[in-house]
């Protein structure tokens, strides 16, 4: 099996930076590094994707372009990080981390971010 651990939401001002992290651990996940990313579901809102680190590079919607980097543990392959600077409030969501195993889809909790002053 696979599980997926989220951290490092919270509270920011605009403008603000925070950093999630994302850990995928299970008996599932050995001799695998999985594709992995974030994806973000505002209230009354659909969920969409943030960004994601497959084989083949990286990718992030246009809305957090330059303002968020993604990348993977070096030496633990199979935890992501998510680097958000610039906050908006409209940036405000439940953060989820995904995770893509031979076995299937799998995600995290999910971490909620709230931009306000």
């Known amino acids: 099996q696979v599980q997926l651990v989220e951290s490092g939401g919270g509270l920011v001002q605009p403008g603000g930076s925070l950093r999630l992290s994302c850990t995928a651990s299970?008996?599932?996940?050995?001799?695998?590094?999985?594709?992995m990313g974030w994806y973000r579901q505002a209230p009354g809102k659909q969920r969409e994707l943030v960004a994601h680190?497959?084989?083949?590079?990286?990718?992030y919607a246009e809305s957090v372009k330059g303002r968020f980097t993604i990348s993977r543990d070096k030496a633990k392959k199979r935890t992501v990080y998510l680097e958000m600077g610039s906050l908006k409030p409209e940036d405000t969501a439940v953060y989820s981390c995904?995770?893509?195993?031979?076995?299937?889809?799998?995600w995290g909790k999910g971490t909620l971010v709230t931009v306000s002053s």
């Open positions: 299970g008996i599932g996940t050995l001799f695998t590094i999985p594709d």
């Open positions: 680190i497959i084989s083949g590079g990286i990718t």
């Open positions: 995904n995770a893509q195993f031979m076995s299937g889809s799998y």
